[in-house]
């Protein structure tokens, strides 16, 4: 079994600062890609970044320059920058890894739980 546990999430004001953090446990013989995602109210869930296990990072168009997206791989965790937050940022935001969890078996996505970041105006 592999659990990816999100933290980090809360209320802050429109220009305002959070950093979110992910942690990947359980069996993991390799974890690969890592990333987070976000679902506002009503609509679809959405990439915000990704990083490979190489460091090598996308970024959808509208975190640019305001969000940042790091890993420790030693502790199997992917943090989440988040500056410069506006309302329009408020979202459940999701940990997404690609992991094998045994040798010889095919790599999988696994998803986290969400944490709720809310901006206020």
């Known amino acids: 079994q592999v659990q990816l546990v999100e933290s980090g999430g809360g209320l802050v004001q429109a220009g305002g600062s959070l950093r979110l953090s992910c942690a990947a446990s359980?069996?993991?013989?390799?974890?690969?890609?890592m990333g987070w995602y976000r679902q506002a109210p009503g609509k679809q869930r959405d990439l915000v970044a990704t990083i490979t296990s190489g460091g090598s990072t996308n970024y959808a168009d509208f975190p640019k320059g305001r969000f940042t997206i790091s890993r420790d791989s030693a502790k199997n965790t992917v943090y989440l920058q988040m500056n410069n937050l506006s309302p329009e940022d408020t979202a459940v935001y999701y940990c997404?890894?690609?992991?094998?969890?045994?040798?010889?078996?095919?790599?999988?996505?696994?998803w986290g739980q969400g944490t709720q970041v809310t901006v206020s105006s």
């Open positions: 359980g069996t993991i013989f390799r974890l690969s890609a």
């Open positions: 997404n890894a690609y992991i094998q969890t045994h040798w010889g078996t095919p790599g999988h996505d696994y």
